[in-house]
């Protein structure tokens, strides 16, 4: 998704498999709070606090610019740039005038535009989806996939590759997409566990031109973006010229050259597209706060955005995670709802406090320094969030609570491995997914002596460190230290997935058996991967020596079986180094037209299925005719290896009919 070499993309993009697109903020569980001992919202200290903040924070985190626009009551309280729009030129960062790209923020407009279609009576948000399609969602799990569940991230779909079309192409727009392009694997029953989904967004946007008869851009252009006088935005694909003037650089450090464009598949994808000036956003949050009036505009009924606005997903019981299209993210007792996004060089963050009658929308045009595995762009909108609920929205001191007499059992049962319920099935994104766990993502709780548990850094990207909890009620834990809470979803009393506070969680993490995990078999592979190798490279040597000494040829059937397992080292190993190539040097699977190279290694892994047979054959000659025991172990391990190699590639979808990514 960002415009960086392929190699640096494909990193990119293994973080999102597990995540890392995952859109973050920390907060606490709502309690009542009627308590203001923090100054107060009004211009004068929120620009004094905003000039101190983001100069720091800009150059700290290297970041080129930043929008931001805070409102209050009814009207704009404040809107500054911070920072350069273009470092090349100069021109500053100017909340009217800088269009931004603000990724899956985006999805807050279409959420509006369904519910348009909702009040209109061409919508229900119970009714199986498949009812307005001109297409067919496959059935699965004995349950239809509603509009309700489209909006709570709850459909149950595998997450999917964003994927670029070649230079000078054109990318297909949304009906075309959609059509063409196999259903997302379904993984989960529809309700049952939350697992983001852009793929969930793009077929809300075209249920929204299905029943309306309008495309979907010019919908959003005549009914939501027209209307709310966002003059300087757009969900259209290429940008209309008109615009293209004012579009702020992308980068990934301000110190580099700017980020090239990404031609992504669908054009106007409802998911991520919306460009936009600050100035233009407040226009939506105003609406929002507003009972769904902006002017003399009514954008939403008001019975309409109560319903937007109330809970709709509590995936663990006592954590409320979302609205109807809003992430719910409760601090200091505050309801907070909004959406956060990324794509391109582009991080965007838009909250609001309904009670409150305030929001902001803060954006910025860079990458950042990496901190961790993020880049600095998520920490510096957590901290602004932080920091501005903090400030002007404090809560009471938190009350002390008791350690659970069941602490260290707990603690023992929910040890273990996670991943994301945000993920790939079915195909060889699983093993990319798997790789990605090991190296970046440690999804793993560890039980303390004392009862505690710890989580990894990545739960804490902000300041890089683990984390310890104490439970203080039944298989729910308060951060040691800190007010964020850790709750286990269990069955049977045994813990089967986990959220935090501290994250937006459109997706649980869920315990992995160890057959299954990251901690077994990426050792497993790597140390056959290493036999193997290890094999390749004697094989000259031993000839070397074998002449060097004056030994002569040596024939029979342990010499020519020896020689074709050696031959089968050299293709398993060759197989590996190609899905390297692949995956991070050709970013094949991010490119449209590119899936003959996934097909061709896949074609390489089949042959690795004789390579294993010729080894297991190997074995059985060797201990039939030699008479070194050297020879005989080193026979059986690397049969083995080459077994390995071949039950990853079955196991994690190396091998596979499936291509649907």
Not at 390 to 405: C, H, I, N, S
Request: include cysteine; glycine fraction near 8%.
């Amino acid at each position: 998704m960002l415009g960086l070499s392929a190699s640096a993309r494909a990193y990119r993009r293994c973080l999102a498999v597990l995540g890392m697109a995952v859109l973050f903020c920390s907060g606490t569980v709502a309690q009542p709070s009627d308590t203001h001992d923090g100054p107060r919202l009004e211009r004068a200290d929120l620009e004094a606090w905003m000039n101190g903040f983001f100069p720091f924070a800009l150059q700290r985190s290297n970041i080129a610019g930043a929008v931001v626009v805070v409102v209050k009551d009814g009207r704009v309280l404040l809107q500054k740039g911070y920072g350069h729009a273009d470092v090349a030129r100069q021109i500053p960062m100017d909340p009217q005038r800088a269009i931004v790209g603000v990724g899956s923020v985006s999805k807050l407009l279409v959420w509006t535009a369904v519910m348009q279609e909702v009040e209109r009576g061409r919508l229900d948000l119970d009714r199986d989806i498949n009812d307005y399609l001109d297409f067919k969602i496959p059935q699965a799990f004995g349950r239809p996939i509603t509009l309700r569940h489209l909006m709570t991230h709850t459909a149950g779909f595998a997450d999917r590759v964003f994927k670029e079309v070649p230079e000078g192409s054109r990318p297909r727009e949304l009906r075309e997409y959609l059509k063409e392009t196999p259903v997302s694997a379904r993984i989960y029953p529809p309700g049952a566990m939350p697992a983001y989904s852009n793929y969930a967004t793009m077929l809300a946007g075209y249920l929204v031109e299905r029943v309306s008869g309008e495309r979907f851009v010019d919908y959003m252009d005549r009914h939501v973006l027209g209307p709310l006088k966002m003059e300087h935005s757009t969900f259209r694909r290429p940008i209309p010229e008109r615009l293209r003037g004012a579009l702020a650089v992308a980068y990934g450090l301000p110190t580099e050259p700017p980020l090239p464009p990404v031609n992504e598949e669908p054009a106007g994808d409802p998911s991520g597209h919306l460009m936009v000036t600050a100035s233009d956003m407040s226009h939506f949050m105003l609406a929002h706060l507003q009972q769904g009036r902006y002017e003399d505009l009514a954008l939403l009924r008001p019975e309409t955005v109560r319903l937007m606005h109330a809970p709709a997903l509590e995936p663990v019981p006592g954590f409320t995670t979302m609205t109807l299209g809003f992430f719910q993210i409760d601090r200091n007792g505050h309801r907070i709802i909004g959406h956060s996004g990324d794509i391109a060089g582009f991080h965007a963050d838009l909250q609001l406090l309904p009670e409150e009658g305030v929001g902001y929308f803060l954006a910025v045009n860079s990458e950042g320094v990496v901190h961790g595995v993020l880049p600095a762009a998520n920490s510096l909108r957590t901290a602004f969030f932080r920091k501005f609920v903090d400030r002007y929205f404090p809560g009471p001191p938190a009350l002390d609570e008791p350690t659970a007499p069941t602490a260290k059992e707990h603690a023992r049962l929910a040890a273990g491995e996670y991943e994301m319920s945000r993920r790939w099935s079915g195909n060889f994104m699983e093993a990319v997914n798997l790789i990605a766990r090991y190296f970046l993502i440690d999804v793993t709780i560890k039980a303390d002596p004392d009862g505690t548990i710890q989580t990894p850094a990545f739960f804490a990207f902000e300041n890089g460190r683990p984390q310890t909890w104490r439970e203080v009620g039944d298989f729910v834990w308060r951060e040691v230290g800190g007010n964020a809470r850790l709750a286990m979803r269990t069955a049977g009393g045994k813990p089967q997935a986990f959220m935090t506070s501290d994250i937006i969680t459109v997706m649980l993490s869920e315990k992995v058996p160890v057959i299954w995990s990251a901690a077994l078999n990426v050792p497993l592979l790597l140390s056959a991967a290493l036999i193997l190798l290890g094999t390749v490279l004697l094989w000259p040597v031993t000839k070397l020596l074998r002449r060097h000494y004056g030994y002569g040829a040596v024939e029979g059937p342990l010499v020519r079986v020896g020689y074709y397992t050696r031959l089968a080292a050299l293709l398993a190993v060759s197989y590996l180094v190609g899905w390297f190539v692949v995956i991070a040097v050709l970013d094949a699977s991010h490119i449209v037209g590119q899936d003959h190279w996934i097909r061709l290694m896949q074609f390489v892994g089949l042959l690795c299925v004789a390579g294993a047979g010729l080894g297991a054959w190997n074995v059985w000659v060797t201990w039939r005719h030699a008479s070194s025991w050297w020879a005989k172990v080193s026979s059986l391990v690397v049969a083995l290896a080459l077994l390995e190699i071949v039950w990853f590639s079955f196991a994690f979808h190396l091998i596979s009919i499936e291509l649907n990514y």
